[in-house]
């Protein structure tokens, strides 16, 4: 994986995951989701298949493949893995049914609850970076539209252009039309 940078890990009793990050997100092959939460990848493999029988993730945009460096034996082996995002270890982290399980959930509880209270912090100096990388993607998406020489790997990558860029796209318009409010909530 490129792109890589230390994020805050989980930390049990038992120990720590130590997690890299690829395009802005976490990504975890279903064994490591198995340490994180104490249970069997089989365990973690049905959560995952649920998850997306209810159509509560998309596969596509919660998976992607990376070439890993493994020990097999005595010799190193390279494989491709199939990794799954932050999105996905949340969904199963609010599945899997064990003590880890229980101390994840509280762990991701306490976070979200710390920043619904806290608020947000609005950097107009990265939106303002955003933007101008949105109007340079969507400029790319345009021309490669129209291209008659469009394939279904440059179709892809146009879909992940566009994913990446949705949600700054709408943080965007609810700045410029002054929709961004501070959060409200209650004190505990």
């Known amino acids: 994986m490129d792109k890589q940078t230390s994020v805050q890990i989980f930390e049990s009793d038992n120990g720590t995951l ?4 690829y395009e802005e997100t976490v990504w975890l092959v279903q064994s490591q989701m198995a340490e994180l939460f104490g249970t069997s990848t089989d365990n973690v493999s049905l959560h ?3 998850i997306y029988t209810d159509e509560e993730l998309d596969e596509f945009l919660t998976t992607k493949f ?8 005595k ?5 491709t893995l199939k990794h799954y995002n932050l999105d996905m270890i949340i969904s199963v982290g609010y599945r899997v049914n064990s003590k880890r399980g229980v101390k994840f959930r509280q762990w991701a509880s306490g976070l979200l609850k710390e920043y619904l209270l806290k608020g947000y912090v609005l950097d107009t ?3 303002e970076s955003n933007a101008q990388e949105l109007e340079a993607a969507i400029k790319l998406i345009q021309r490669s539209v129209k291209s008659p020489e469009l394939t279904l790997s440059s179709s892809r990558g146009i879909v992940d252009i566009i994913s990446r860029y949705t949600s700054t796209f709408l943080w965007l318009q609810r ?8 959060p409200k909530g209650t004190q505990w």
Request: avoid cysteine.
């Open 66 to 73: 990376f070439s890993v460096v493994r020990q097999e034996g």
């Open 75 to 79: 010799r190193k082996v390279n494989r």
């Open 18 to 21: 130590e997690v890299k990050v």
């Open 125 to 127: 100096e990265r939106l």
């Open 175 to 182: 700045y410029d039309e002054g929709l961004l409010t501070e």
């Open 48 to 50: 995952i298949k649920n």
